[in-house]
C-alpha cells in the first residue's frame, strides 16, 4: 500500500446530516437587506465617531435579520450589535452602563457613550415594562460575567446565553419601533418563542467570539460525535422555535389586539426567527464551523 492510499473501515458511520439538510430553510439563500452598503456605511461612521472599533460582522448580521425593515431600523440594530460586540471584550463595563440605563451621565468610556447615545434613541419611545425588561437582561449579563470569572477554570457557571438572548431579543423591539403589549410578553407563547430565539442566537455568537466552553458549539471537525450532537441541538432548537412563532396569530387574537397591533407583534415574532437565522449564516461562513451546515 502506498502511502498516499487511505482506508475507511468497513463499517464507518456515515457523517451525520448537516444543519442544511436539517433545516430546509437553511437550503434558500438567505435575504440580505437591500441597503446593506448603507446600513455598513452608517454603522462604521456611527463607531468611529463613538471610539469604537467598527465590527463589520454587526452589520452582515443587521442586514440578514432585518432584510425586510427599514434601513434605519437595520442601522440601529446593526449599532446595538457593534456595540455589544465591544461589550464583549470589556464586561467590566456594564455596571457603568447599567448607570446610565437607570439615569446616570456617561463617563468617558467609549462603551458608556456610545450606549447613552443608543439608549437616548431607544429608550423614550418605551415603556417603562420594556425599560425594566431590557435592563433587567443587562443585569443578568453582569451577574452571569461575575459568576464566571470566579469559577474553577473560568467556565461558564450562570445562563450567560440565556441573558444574551434576552437584552438582544428586546432590543428588536425599539429598532422596530413596537412594544409588545404585556399580557402577550408575560405568556407562555411568547416566553417559548423568545427563549428558543436566544438559545440559537447566544450558541452561535458564543461559537463566533470563540469561546471555547463545554456548553457551547465550539467544535473541531474531528470531534464526530460531538458534531452530530451539535447539529442535533440547533436543529432541535430550531425546529421548536418555528413551533412557537405559529402559535403567535391565535395569541394575539385571545388577548383582543386588533390587526394593526397584531401585525406589529408579529413583526417582532418575525424577527425573533430571522436573528438566529442571521447567527446561523454568520457561523456557517467561518471555515471551523462548514462542516456543520
Known amino acids: 500500500m502506498t502511502r498516499t492510499e487511505v ?114 434613541a431607544c429608550a423614550p419611545g418605551m415603556g417603562r415594562a420594556w425599560r425594566e425588561r431590557f435592563t433587567a437582561g443587562l443585569a443578568a449579563q453582569r451577574e452571569a460575567t461575575l459568576a464566571r470569572g470566579t469559577s474553577p477554570g473560568g467556565e461558564r457557571t450562570g445562563a450567560a446565553g440565556s441573558a444574551f438572548g434576552r437584552y438582544l431579543l428586546d432590543l428588536a423591539e425599539p429598532c422596530l419601533g413596537v412594544e409588545v403589549p404585556e399580557p402577550v410578553w408575560r405568556s407562555p407563547q411568547w416566553r417559548a418563542l423568545a427563549e428558543a430565539s436566544g438559545d440559537v442566537a447566544a450558541w452561535c455568537e458564543e461559537a463566533v467570539a470563540g469561546h471555547g466552553h463545554a456548553d457551547t458549539i465550539f467544535l473541531e471537525r474531528s470531534n464526530r460525535e460531538a458534531e452530530e450532537w451539535t447539529i442535533d441541538r440547533v436543529a432541535t432548537r430550531m425546529e421548536e422555535l418555528w413551533t412557537a412563532a405559529r402559535a403567535i396569530p391565535a395569541l394575539t387574537e385571545r388577548h383582543g389586539l386588533g390587526f394593526a397591533a397584531s401585525r406589529e407583534v408579529t413583526r417582532v415574532a418575525c424577527a425573533f426567527l430571522t436573528i438566529p437565522r442571521a447567527y446561523l449564516e454568520l457561523l456557517l461562513e467561518i471555515p471551523r464551523y462548514r462542516h456543520l451546515g
Open 7 to 120: 482506508h475507511e473501515p468497513p463499517h464507518a458511520a456515515p457523517p451525520p446530516a448537516g444543519l442544511t439538510e436539517r433545516l430546509a430553510a437553511l437550503a434558500m439563500p438567505c435575504p440580505v437587506h437591500p441597503s446593506i452598503h448603507l446600513v455598513e456605511a452608517a454603522t462604521s461612521d456611527w463607531a468611529r465617531a463613538a471610539g469604537l472599533d467598527p465590527d463589520p460582522a454587526a452589520s452582515r448580521l443587521a442586514g440578514w435579520a432585518f432584510a425586510r425593515c427599514e434601513t434605519g431600523a437595520a442601522t440601529l440594530l446593526a449599532r446595538w450589535l457593534t456595540w455589544m460586540s465591544r461589550l464583549r471584550q470589556a464586561p467590566e463595563a456594564l455596571t457603568p452602563v447599567l448607570a446610565v440605563a437607570a439615569g446616570g451621565e456617561p463617563g468617558p468610556a467609549p462603551l458608556e457613550r456610545a450606549f447613552s447615545g443608543l439608549w437616548a
